[in-house]
C-alpha cells in the first residue's frame, strides 16, 4: 500500500520506508491520452532530465534532495521532513522570515550561476527542513539547463508572482531581501533583475 502524499498531473509522491529511512518516490504516471510509445519516451526524458537538474544542483553545494536511485519513470530521493514555506513564512517573526528570504535568494542565484532553471519557483516548492533549518528547493520536473536572461528572469519572477499570491503582507520586505541576497550571489543578477522589471511592464500593459 503507498502512503501517498501527492497526486499530481503528471506524477504521484509517496512515502516508503528505505534502508537509510524514509524515502520520497516520485513517480510518473502513464497518459492515457498519448499514443503508447509517446507516452513512454516523454516520461523517460522528464525523469532523467529532473534527475540531471536536481545532481547539477547538489554538485554545485545547494540544498536539494539526494536522488538515490532512478528508474524509468520514477526517482527515489531523501525525504525532507519539514514546512512547506508557503505554510510557514507568514507565520514567522520579521528576523526569521527576513533570514529565510535571503536564503531563497542565495539558493535561486547559486542555481542560475550553475546553468539552472527551476520553472516552478514557489514557496510551495521550498521546505524548511526540520533536521539543519536549510530551505531546500524541491521539485524540478519543470525545469531545464539554460543560462539565458530571459530564463533565470522568468524563473524569478515566478517567485515574486508567488509572494506577492500568497505572502502579499509581507512582499515589498521578502522582495528586497531575496532579490539583493541573489545580487550577492550571482554575477549577473543585474541584467536578471532589470529584465524583472521589462517582464512586470509587459505583463502591466496586456
Not at 528505505?18 to 520520497?24: A, M, N, T
Not at 512547506?84 to 535561486?108: F, H, P, Q, Y
Request: charged share 35%; proline share 0%; aromatic share 8%.
Amino acid at each position: 500500500m503507498k502512503d501517498i502524499i501527492q497526486r499530481g498531473a503528471e506524477a504521484i509522491l509517496y512515502l516508503r520506508d528505505g534502508e537509510r529511512g524514509q524515502e520520497l518516490v516520485k513517480e510518473r504516471v502513464s497518459k492515457g491520452y498519448r499514443i503508447v510509445q509517446l507516452d513512454v519516451k516523454i516520461r523517460k526524458q522528464r525523469t532523467r532530465a529532473e534527475a540531471k537538474l536536481m545532481e547539477r544542483a547538489r554538485t554545485n553545494g545547494m540544498a536539494v534532495p539526494r536522488v538515490r536511485t532512478e528508474g524509468d519513470f520514477s526517482l527515489v530521493m531523501e525525504y525532507i521532513k519539514g514546512a512547506k514555506l508557503k505554510d510557514a513564512l507568514n507565520s514567522m517573526d520579521v528576523n526569521e522570515r527576513r533570514k529565510t528570504c535571503e536564503e531563497m535568494g542565495k539558493l535561486i542565484g547559486a542555481l542560475h550561476e550553475a546553468g539552472v532553471i527551476h520553472g516552478d519557483l514557489t514557496t510551495s516548492n521550498m521546505i524548511l527542513s526540520d533536521a539543519d533549518k536549510k530551505v531546500y528547493l524541491i521539485d524540478f520536473g519543470l525545469g531545464k539547463f539554460s543560462a539565458a536572461v530571459e530564463d533565470q528572469a522568468v524563473d524569478l519572477f515566478l517567485l515574486y508572482e508567488a509572494l506577492k499570491s500568497t505572502h502579499f503582507a509581507f512582499l515589498a520586505e521578502c522582495w528586497e531581501d531575496v532579490t539583493e541576497a541573489y545580487a550577492k550571489r550571482f554575477g549577473e543578477a543585474k541584467d536578471v533583475l532589470a529584465r524583472i522589471e521589462k517582464i512586470k511592464k509587459r505583463r502591466r500593459y496586456k
